[in-house]
């Protein structure tokens, strides 16, 4: 019995705290059987974007900068799986997407009012159709941008009523900033994992680290999309960075706090992105996506509405900040 108790003491330690003490990680309950581990991320630069020698670079992902965090934040070990969702909305995502498939709302997309279900091109009677496995340790996906600022809205009101919250920060997502300063976590290369080098489908520096198209549907079991069948996995299953994230390349795609938009080349510090747009910034790469989505510098932009099974989120505590502020 001492035995055990030695080889978890330091566990127990590091999530000891029941609020949330700047330096350390810590664990976030959601619910008397829910908790999620968030992760110390310390004030820091970093050169954000990729290099125009890094193969499959796009080119709004440069010209790379120089980027300063003047405040260190916390972030989710893994995305939000669909337990914790459930903690905290109290909604299945079976019943998400039947109200999705329901849903007749006209909503704003790509500067048209448009039904969501017809923008994607889901049909409204099989819900099977679209979804892949729904046990409580797969990310959640169907996520809006929208419903997931609901979640962190939510949590902030709620650890703010209880006292628990530390002055200046609230629950967010990550801006995109601090979600590539993580993800590289100090890391130059084109993935935390290495240099990217794509043979066909595959990438062998991203088969420890990363869900992506060429292994997703490796050993994959219960319903699934694509041929051959695949989907998202239970979080947490990858290596993790130097910092102790996983999943941050491939699994889901995570939306960023950010509107989509151009980089300049200045220096700039705690950017926030512009301060309007049509898309909002995701990051990472999702199972069905190619090796090149899983580098630490690509983006996706999405429309704040849209949902899907490639789609989930990342929780972060961070410092309050506001355009124009």
């Given at each position: 019995m001492q035995r055990i108790l030695h080889f978890f003491l330091p566990v127990l330690i590091l999530f000891a705290d029941p609020h949330p003490v700047p330096g350390k990680s810590w664990r976030l309950h959601l619910s008397d059987s829910t908790t999620l581990e968030m992760l110390w991320v310390e004030k820091g630069s970093?050169?954000?974007?990729?290099?125009?020698?890094?193969p499959g670079r796009k080119e709004d992902e440069g010209p790379q900068r120089t980027v300063t965090l003047t405040k260190g934040f916390w972030m989710?070990?893994?995305?939000?799986?669909?337990?914790?969702?459930?903690?905290?909305?109290?909604?299945?995502?079976?019943?998400?997407?039947?109200?999705?498939?329901?849903?007749?709302?006209?909503?704003?997309?790509?500067?048209?009012?448009?039904?969501?279900?017809?923008?994607?091109?889901?049909?409204?009677d099989d819900p099977d159709r679209i979804m892949a496995g729904e046990s409580d340790s797969l990310p959640m996906y169907f996520v809006s941008w929208n419903e997931a600022i609901d979640f962190c809205n939510k949590l902030t009101q709620h650890e703010r009523s209880a006292g628990r919250l530390p002055a200046g920060y609230e629950y967010n997502l990550p801006t995109e900033a601090q979600w590539e300063f993580a993800c590289r976590a100090g890391t130059t290369t084109a993935s935390f994992g290495g240099p990217v080098t794509i043979?066909?489908?595959?990438?062998?520096?991203?088969?420890?680290?990363?869900?992506?198209?060429?292994?997703?549907?490796?050993?994959?079991?219960?319903?699934?999309?694509?041929?051959?069948?695949?989907?998202?996995?239970?979080?947490g299953e990858k290596?993790?960075?130097?910092?102790?994230?996983?999943?941050?390349?491939?699994?889901?795609w995570e939306w960023c706090r950010d509107w989509y938009g151009p980089y300049t080349g200045r220096s700039l510090t705690n950017p926030l992105g512009p301060a309007s747009g049509m898309d909002r910034v995701n990051r990472g790469g999702s199972w069905g996506s190619g090796a090149g989505d899983s580098r630490s510098a690509n983006?996706?932009?999405?429309?704040?509405?849209?949902?899907?099974?490639?789609?989930?989120?990342?929780?972060?505590?961070?410092?309050?900040?506001?355009?124009?502020?």
């Open positions: 970093f050169l954000m974007g990729s290099p125009l020698s890094e989710g070990r893994t995305e939000v799986t669909i337990g914790q969702w459930k903690a905290v909305m109290h909604t299945t995502l079976r019943e998400k997407v039947i109200n999705l498939l329901n849903d007749t709302t006209l909503v704003d997309i790509e500067g048209k009012k448009q039904i969501l279900r017809e923008f994607m091109h889901f049909k409204r043979i066909g489908k595959d990438a062998p520096v991203l088969d420890s680290v990363a869900w992506y198209v060429g292994n997703s549907a490796i050993g994959y079991s219960g319903r699934g999309l694509g041929v051959p069948p695949a989907g998202p996995r239970a979080s290596l993790p960075n130097a910092w102790g994230f996983q999943d941050m390349a491939g699994n889901l983006r996706a932009k999405n429309p704040p509405a849209e949902m899907s099974a490639y789609r989930g989120f990342r929780l972060a505590l961070c410092p309050v900040q506001r355009h124009g502020s």
